[in-house]
């Protein structure tokens, strides 16, 4: 079983649609909850994080951790075309040694 | 405030050949590192350096791989003999002392393509 899964989508919804992404884990171990977006032929960059369980607001964005469930999700209100981009989530632990384990992405257009 | 840079952007060589990537992080980011981002899957770490020390080189395949940092601020990432499946985008990132990944910024990425 792999540490992180992601759904891969491709994901397409219209302009103005609110969307969800999602990531579960296994390792009950993770504390720090990332969101990064790769736009193509670019780097990732950090869009939200959070530290262990509860909701973080953004903008436009809102990052939810269910640890319980070990479950994380991404929202995008009134989403855009400029939000067309590979969605990363990323874990890691709590200790200052810990890697960064990255799930394998899901790739959101946006249609105007 | 100027990004993470890396060169080259691109590269093709063929199986057995050898070949380096060159890192410059962001001025006065102490934590460098290196990760392997095979088409489809997020990023994997190779290899992470605070100042020009090795934190953790658990998955780089050091068989074949090699990395270090002279004076803690610019790197470079070696793959001799390289095999087809290093085929992937080698992404560079710095990071500010405190770890977390508000501090971790990427660069544009260095395209390999083993023929």
């Known amino acids: 079983q792999k540490e992180v899964e992601q759904d891969p989508g491709p994901l397409s919804v219209p302009e103005g649609a609110i969307v969800s992404l999602n990531c579960t884990y296994s390792?009950?171990?993770?504390?720090?909850f990332m969101w990064y977006r790769q736009y193509s032929r670019k780097g990732p960059e950090l869009l939200m994080y959070?530290?262990?369980?509860g909701n973080k607001e953004d903008g436009r964005f809102t990052a939810q951790v269910d640890k319980s469930s070990k479950y994380i999700s991404l929202f995008i209100r009134d989403s855009q075309p400029s939000d067309s981009a590979t969605y990363l989530c990323a874990l890691s632990g709590a200790s200052s040694a810990s890697k960064i384990i990255f799930g394998s992405g899901t790739r959101l257009s946006i249609r105007p | 405030e100027a990004g993470v840079a890396q060169s080259p952007r691109y590269k093709i060589i063929e199986k057995r050949q050898s070949v380096a990537f060159w890192c410059n992080p962001i001025?006065?980011?102490?934590?460098l590192y290196w990760y392997q981002q095979i088409l489809g899957q997020g990023p994997k770490l190779l290899i992470q350096?605070?100042?020009?020390?090795?934190?953790?080189d658990s998955q780089l395949p050091k068989d074949r791989f090699s990395a270090e940092r002279l004076k803690g601020v610019d790197s470079t990432l070696k793959i001799q003999p390289a095999k087809l499946e290093d085929s992937a985008v080698y992404l560079c990132?710095?990071?500010?002392?405190?770890?977390?990944?508000?501090?971790?910024?990427f660069g544009p990425g260095t395209r390999l393509l083993v023929l």
């Open positions: 990132a710095s990071g500010g002392l405190s770890r977390v990944g508000e501090t971790q910024y």
């Open positions: 390792n009950s171990a993770f504390q720090y």
């Open positions: 350096f605070q100042n020009n020390g090795v934190v953790d």
């Open positions: 001025s006065g980011h102490a934590t």
């Open positions: 959070t530290y262990s369980s």
